[in-house]
């Protein structure tokens, strides 16, 4: 069965950087684009960054020049570099993927790792 599990997150000071991974099993995961979400306690759930099959990347309007999105197809992860880090990114970050069962689109999601940005 499709499985996402995210690592990396915990609790970084103001202007710093953390690095999170999704490990990906069951299913061919190189055919796959990959996103990261987060959901920052009272708000909606927000895209924050994705990567195509084609390593095509996409991110959210806060997230522009601070996060990088990379994947490796050869260990089944995606990462996201985080990079000066505000308190306004913390959240619980998540991985989501979309993949093709029975003709259909089925979204899957990771139980999510929290980030907290505070001094």
């Known amino acids: 069965q499709v499985q996402l599990v995210e690592s990396g997150g915990g609790l970084v000071q103001p202007g710093g950087s953390l690095r999170l991974s999704c490990a990906a099993s069951?299913?061919?995961?190189?055919?796959?684009?990959m996103r990261w979400y987060r959901q920052a306690p009272g708000k909606e759930r927000e895209l924050v960054a994705s990567?195509?099959?084609?390593?095509?990347?996409n991110y959210g309007d806060t997230m522009k020049g601070r996060f990088i999105i990379s994947r490796d197809n050869a260990e089944n992860t995606v990462y996201l570099q985080m990079n000066s880090l505000e308190p306004e990114d913390t959240a619980v970050y998540y991985c989501n993927t979309e993949v093709w069962q029975s003709g259909t689109l089925t979204p899957y999601w990771g139980k999510g790792t929290l980030v907290t940005v505070s001094s």
């Open positions: 990567i195509s099959v084609a390593s095509v990347t």
């Open positions: 069951g299913f061919r995961f190189s055919t796959y684009a």
